[in-house]
């Protein structure tokens, strides 16, 4: 079973710049060498003839093919408008007005 020692979790504390109290390295080195521990024996498990992958179930895309429709022409999409103005959509002014 992999283990850590207290100046090896020292080491990798100031290498991801956390200030750690010394009380605390120990508390972390038996942490994280449960971590390992679990690791390397999930490593044991998965042989090679188990392929590495990010998900217990097979995921498929469920999106479909993004094929190019012909849309609205500016008239149509116009049509409905309350009120246009040269070929656009006229709204009411919201910037610039006084409460």
Not at 24 to 49: K, N, T
Not at 73 to 78: F, I, R, S
């Amino acid at each position: 079973m992999p283990s850590l020692t207290r100046d090896e979790v020292a080491h990798l504390a100031r290498l991801a710049r956390l200030q750690l109290p010394d009380d605390e390295l120990a508390h972390y080195a038996e942490q994280l060498e449960v971590i390992l521990g679990a690791v390397a024996q999930v490593s044991e498990v998965a042989g090679a003839d188990v392929p590495p992958t990010s998900h217990p179930l097979p995921l498929r895309n469920v999106t479909r093919e993004d094929v190019s429709r012909p849309g609205l022409t500016a008239e149509e999409a116009l049509a409905g408008a309350p009120a246009q103005e040269e070929g656009r959509f006229r709204v009411p002014r919201i910037l610039g007005e006084e409460a």
